[in-house]
């Protein structure tokens, strides 16, 4: 009898983790509304970027005439990321702009 109730015990732990584990978690509700949250809006600030990826441009120059080649390759690497963000958010605004991207 206690077998039983032990086997049932796991296997209802196991479903339970089971359809819990593989709800997505998009269409997790709020507390405080009832209603699915499907998109979430990213939005880019194109010229904030742009000012940082100057301002890293400006700081590696200064550093390579200081004769600091690391840490000025460091900003010129943190540049060249932050201007493939850039790109990468122009190319999604472009994109969801149209109704047929292609």
């Given at each position: ?9 796991v296997s209802a732990a196991v479903v339970g983790g089971f359809f819990i584990t593989s709800m997505p978690a998009h269409a997790a509700t709020s507390a405080d509304r ?69």
């Open positions: 009898m206690t077998k039983r109730f032990s086997v049932l015990a009832g209603e699915v949250s499907v998109k979430a809006s990213v939005t880019c600030n194109t010229s904030q970027l742009r000012q940082q990826i100057a301002n890293l441009k400006t700081k590696a120059a200064k550093l390579k005439q200081l004769g600091e080649t690391a840490a000025a390759k460091k900003a010129l690497n943190d540049a060249a990321a932050l201007q493939k963000k850039l790109d990468a958010c122009i190319k999604a605004d472009d994109d969801a702009s149209k109704p047929f991207p292609g």
